[in-house]
Nanobody, 122 residues
Framework: QVQLVESGGGLVQAGGSLRLSCTASGSIFRINVMGWYRQAPGKQRELVASIRDGGMANYADSAKGRFTISRDNTKNTVFLQMDSLKPEDTAVYYC????????????????WGQGTQVTVSS
């Protein structure tokens, strides 16, 4: 089993910054893509940013230029640096990872964290 634990959410004023962290633990042989999603009240969950184990990153248009995703493969941890935050960034942010749990299987399973609340006040 694999667990993803997020931290770093909170309340911040518009224009401020927050840094989210997510660490994966458990039965892990290799992690491919790690990403951050968010879900605002009444809306569908959406991708914010993702990063492959080689470092290639992908961003939603709303995140480009303001958010930076990075990862530490030695610690199975992904980060999301969020700058110039806006009230519309308010949401629960979820960590996601594609994990290969053993050396003898090629299958990657997808896991979610429990979410961390980010609230941006105007």
């Amino acid at each position: 089993q694999v667990q993803l634990v997020e931290s770093g959410g909170g309340l911040v004023q518009a224009g401020g910054s927050l840094r989210l962290s997510c660490t994966a633990s458990g039965s892990i042989f290799r992690i491919n893509v790690m990403g951050w999603y968010r879900q605002a009240p009444g809306k569908q969950r959406e991708l914010v940013a993702s990063i492959r184990d080689g470092g290639m990153a992908n961003y939603a248009d709303s995140a480009k230029g303001r958010f930076t995703i990075s990862r530490d493969n030695t610690k199975n941890t992904v980060f999301l640096q969020m700058d110039s935050l806006k009230p519309e960034d308010t949401a629960v942010y979820y960590c996601n990872a594609d994990v290969r749990t053993t050396w003898h299987t090629l299958q990657f399973n997808n896991y979610w964290g429990q979410g961390t609340q980010v609230t941006v006040s105007s």
